[in-house]
Every structure is written in structure tokens, then in C-alpha cells.
């Protein structure tokens, strides 16, 4: 079936006991047993629930994996990842992996015995010199948050072949719609749900997508170990998200094109970065690899301080964290998503402090450019 028609209907078969065309949230946390030797499939809410596993056949569908696991966050997912690793083990990751990733990597899991080398993966050469004998993974976001960089998904597939790494890419900033990195070779895809895929701002969710069984396996027993899985009733708000999640993304593609490009002529503005615009280093390969090319961008105002007079004066777009809701936010990349990364760091990888980033909603498209030229007429 077509992705579209995926998405409203697996995982979300009518309910069999009642028929209801939805299936109903499983508010519960403990199921009953009918003796002592058998049961219904369902045990305790920590271990998983009906709305979790629906949710879960959804998205191992539309990215084209074998089975996806669900987890409270983004982080949650990723963490659940890299505890596929043991003590020893060496990751590759990109210089501007998204500052979430770059905290729980730098601050918490260099205590387990984990080795990381940060790299700009968007050069193969790079990658290649940062492999030892003891790296076992590739970790991999493209477009990358919030310089959107892209990264070769096929080239880096065939570097995990040939050097036997897993490669993992965080596919949070397109979603499965426009980019669906398991048919380049990628073993584990990881989504913070939070964003396109429930696309409505009403929950944080993560999500980790698997396509090979002792991976699973490993993954499903953290998240039944460490009590990681998602709720019934967010769980719940997701699915219902992702039935729409085709024609949301065609509408933010349609307006993230139409605003990159105001943008780029906007005297104001020193550069954008999006790779649907010609200007973009990495066009070509963007269209060779991608459905479309989303809406998430980042545009250079070329001080802090023009950055903050934009961001204090837009009215339509909220200034908030997060993206890929149907309402455009707008934020500082230096001070919310990436404060985490030291400024000698942010500066080294390309984050400026004039760096403004967008994610563009589904509102009118003439309502977005008239908020921001008016607030531009501020800087
Ligand atoms: C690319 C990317 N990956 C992962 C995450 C973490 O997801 P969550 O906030 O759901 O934990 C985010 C959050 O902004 C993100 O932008």
C-alpha cells in the first residue's frame, strides 16, 4: 500500500471487541490474568500496552524497518541505542549532532566506558580517519540541527559495510515522508516523535526503528528493563498524528520553500541555510536522497543582537524549542537547543550566535512572511 494509506491503517485495525473505528486509549497499568497459566498477551503497562504496540507496528512500517520500539523521548530512544555498545566500544558522530545528543554523549555516557569522535560527517574522508579498531558505530542526523548540513546516506551506508559498523541515523528532521534512511543501508533509524510524526506539539515521544532481530531484542529488553516505554494516552496522540502525517509534510515542504526563498532575497539576511535552495552546498545530493526538503532552516542575521530583535518581535511565530508542530516556532539555536555545547565548540562547528532557526508550520504561507519582514524591519 501507499505510504499515506500505511499511515492511517496499520497498527490501527478497528477495535475487535467493539468495533470502534479508533482504537480506544488502554488507560491502565495492570491486565488480569484468567488463571494462573494464561493471559491475554498483556501483563503490566511498564512491559508494553496495546496502544504502545500499535503505534510501534506504524512506524516500523513507514520507515521501512522490521519492528520500532517506543520510548518517553527522543532521548530516551537514543539512549536505548547506544546501550547496544559495551564498555570500550567507539562511535562516530557529527560535529553538530543535535545538543540533547551531544549532553547525554559528553556528560553521561563517557562514564560507562564509551569512546566518541565527533566529525563532519558530510565529508567521507573525515569519517573514514575517525575509525579504529574498537568503532562499532555510526551515528549519523541529516539535514544536520541547526547548520543543515547533509550527509550521503548511501556513501555512509556503504562505509557501515565495508568497516562493519552499525549505522544509526536520527531521521527526526524530515520524517519517514521525506527520507527513509533504511533503504541506504542503515540498520537503526531513531525519531524524536515529539515532532513530525506527531506533528501537534501535545507530546514528547522517541521512537527507535530496527532492522535486524538481536538489535530488537536488545532494544525491547531496555526498555522493558529501564521502564522506558511510552504511556497509553500519548501513545495514543501520536497514532492520531501520523494519520495525517502526508499531508502535513507536503505543506511544510511547500511553505519551507516558499519562506527559504523570501528569506535568501531579504536584504537583512546575511545567508540561509536550507537544502532546497540552488544556493546550498548540498542540493543535488539533498534531491537525490530526500522526498522533499522539509522545513526546518536556519538563517544568519550576523550578531546576537539583530538575532534577539527579530526573535523579540515576531508575533505569529513563537519563539519556543522544538519543531515540526503545525504551528511555526522560531528559536535561538545558541541559547536553547545547543547551550549545552560549549561556545568555543558551537563557534568550531559552525553555530553562530546571529543564527536564527525556523520550523516552518502549515499556517498560510503570506501570513509567516508578513510576521517575518515585520519583525526584520526591527534589526
Ligand atoms: C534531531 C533531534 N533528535 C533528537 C531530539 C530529542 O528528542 P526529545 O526532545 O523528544 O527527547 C531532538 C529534540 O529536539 C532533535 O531535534
Known sequence: MGFSTDAIHVGQEPDPLTGAVVAPIYQTSTYVFENLDTNKGYVYA?????????LERTIAKLEGGKSAYIFTSGMAAIDAVFRLLRPGDHTILPKTVYGGTYRLVSQLLVDF??????????????????????TRMLYIETPSNPTMIVTDLAAVGD???????????????????????????????????????????????????????????????????????????????????????????????????AIAKHLESHPKVKRVLYPGLASHPQHDLAKRQQRGFGAMMTFDLGSLEAARKLLNHVRLCSLAESLGGVETL??????????????????????????????????????????????????
Do not use: W
Open 159 to 257: 562505509i557501515a559495510r565495508r568497516r562493519n559498523l552499525t549505522l544509526v541515523v536520527d531521521n527526526t528532521f524530515l520524517s519517514p515522508y521525506l527520507q527513509r534512511p533504511v533503504e541506504f543501508g542503515a540498520h537503526i533509524v531513531v525519531h524524536s516523535m515529539t515532532k513530525y510524526l506527531n506533528g501537534h506539539s501535545d507530546c514528547i515521544g522517541g521512537a527507535v526503528v530496527l532492522t535486524r532481530a538481536e538489535d530488537a531484542e536488545k532494544i525491547y529488553f531496555v526498555q522493558r528493563a529501564a521502564g522506558a516505554g511510552l504511556a497509553p494516552m500519548d501513545c495514543f496522540l501520536t497514532s492520531r498524528g501520523i494519520k495525517t502525517l502526508a499531508v502535513r509534510m507536503e505543506r511544510h515542504d511547500s511553505n519551507g520553500a
Open 330 to 379: 522560531i528559536s535561538h539555536p545558541a541559547s536553547m537547543t545547543h547551550s549545552a555545547m560549549p561556545p568555543e565548540v558551537r563557534k568550531e562547528n559552525g553555530i553562530d550566535d546571529g543564527m536564527v532557526r525556523l520550523s516552518v508550520g502549515i499556517e498560510d504561507v503570506e501570513d509567516l512572511i508578513a510576521d517575518l519582514d515585520q519583525a526584520l524591519q526591527h534589526v
Open 46 to 54: 511498564r512491559t508494553t500496552h496495546p496502544n504502545r504496540m500499535a
Open 113 to 134: 566506558g564509551l569512546e566518541f569522535t565527533y566529525v563532519d560527517t558530510s565529508s567521507l574522508d573525515s569519517i573514514e580517519r575517525a575509525i579504529k579498531p574498537n
